[in-house]
């Protein structure tokens, strides 16, 4: 077995999880992280961090201190599209062999903790975002919305091709927005840019549907 040191963050937090029999608070916080997808959560909150970047005008303590409440919402905001994710596609998982160590289906977290951190962590975020201005507000909250019409099981966009692809460039080109509108602030400029990386985002989950197009299959999800 490789050695834990030589292990990445994510690993030992797998490698810890599904070698636990017993669930205590430090594990269940474990389990909460693995739920939320924290690596995937820091690198796509990278599209909000160039926003912030392209907003600057002058580089100041006050702004660093801004920044981490502004990626702080963001982590909060990808945590919930996660997690709601998983609420609605429980029965779904529940039937494809390679998520069945996922916390949620194997039972060590419940899906009613899914349902209530996933709330929580939309509202904690939407909080934030009030804070610095009304439109980064409106932005978190149109994130929700194509979350919700992308991964609710009545409306279930995701299984539409194409559709999917273009709501998760959509959902980069906001995000990217969400990092530039903590000022309060719009730019035709930074929205084009936006839209750049909303392509960029939207072609890589071209690739991710082809890669999971076996196991969406078994699920009896349609991509």
Not at 114 to 124: A, P, R
Request: glycine share 8%; proline share 1%; aromatic share 14%.
């Amino acid at each position: 077995m490789e050695n834990s040191l030589t292990k990445s963050l994510y690993q030992k937090l797998d490698y810890i999880v599904e070698n636990s029999d017993t669930i205590s608070l430090k594990i269940r916080l474990l389990l909460y992280l693995r739920c939320i997808r924290i690596k995937e959560v820091v690198l796509i909150g990278g599209v909000t961090f160039l926003g912030l970047l392209f907003s600057v005008e002058s580089f100041d303590l006050k702004v660093f201190t801004q920044w981490s409440f502004v990626m702080l919402s963001t982590y909060m905001l990808l945590g919930h599209v996660y997690l709601y994710n998983d609420w609605q596609g429980y029965f779904y998982d529940k039937n494809d062999s390679n998520k069945q160590n996922k916390p949620v289906i194997s039972g060590k977290i419940s899906l009613n903790e899914i349902k209530v951190l996933s709330i929580v962590l939309l509202t904690g975020s939407l909080i934030i975002a009030s804070y610095f201005s009304i439109w980064m507000m409106i932005t978190g909250l149109t994130i929700a919305f194509l979350n919700f019409i992308y991964s609710n099981n009545k409306i279930f966009l995701k299984s539409v091709p194409v559709i999917s692809s273009i709501l998760h460039g959509i959902g980069a080109t906001l995000g990217f927005k969400f990092g530039f509108l903590y000022q309060g602030e719009w730019s035709l400029s930074a929205l084009l840019f936006g839209v750049y990386f909303g392509i960029v985002y939207a072609g890589g989950h071209l690739n991710h549907e082809i890669t999971d197009f076996d196991s969406d299959k078994k699920s009896g999800v349609p991509t």
